[in-house]
């Protein structure tokens, strides 16, 4: 990850950034298979995390789908990090647990919801911008 430079920005080389991504997916046909795996993908969210540097902010694992709010550079994509995520750990979990691949063809669905978040809204950035040549 960048350096920080204070709670709201990150730098990197030839770029300042805020990106924070909530990022939700579920299991093949929103099937209720999480809880009891919750500890291991705790734990493979984290070590993926580490290896695309990124950082997970907030983690919230549910019997039948997942939120991630993760902080990245402009380097890497918000559908990298989803990729990544869910094909390490679906490869992970069902060579470690035959009954997830007797239960789902694949752990993860295709589709996913990502959205992005920040300390400024969309109303403040539209002002600002409006406003730049009233300075």
């Known amino acids: 990850m960048a350096s920080e430079k204070n709670l709201n920005r990150y730098s990197a080389a030839h770029a300042v ?11 093949k046909y929103r099937r209720p298979v999480l809880e009891t795996l919750e500890s291991e993908l705790r734990e493979l969210f984290e070590q993926k995390a580490k290896e695309l540097n990124v950082k997970i902010e907030a983690m919230e694992i549910m019997p039948d789908h997942v939120h991630l709010v993760v902080l990245a550079s402009p380097a890497i994509t918000p559908q990298l990090i989803v990729n990544q995520m869910k094909g390490y750990t679906s490869h ?8 997830l691949r007797s239960r789902l063809p694949t752990l993860w669905t295709r589709s996913y919801y990502i959205g992005s978040a920040g300390v400024v809204s969309q109303e403040t950035i539209m002002k600002y911008i409006e406003n730049q040549k009233n300075v």
Not at 18 to 23: A, C, P, Q, R, V
Not at 92 to 99: A, K, S, T
Request: net charge neutral; charged share 20%.
């Open 17 to 27: 950034y805020n990106l924070h991504y909530h990022i939700v997916f579920c299991p």
């Open 92 to 99: 992970v979990l069902r060579e470690r647990h035959d009954w």
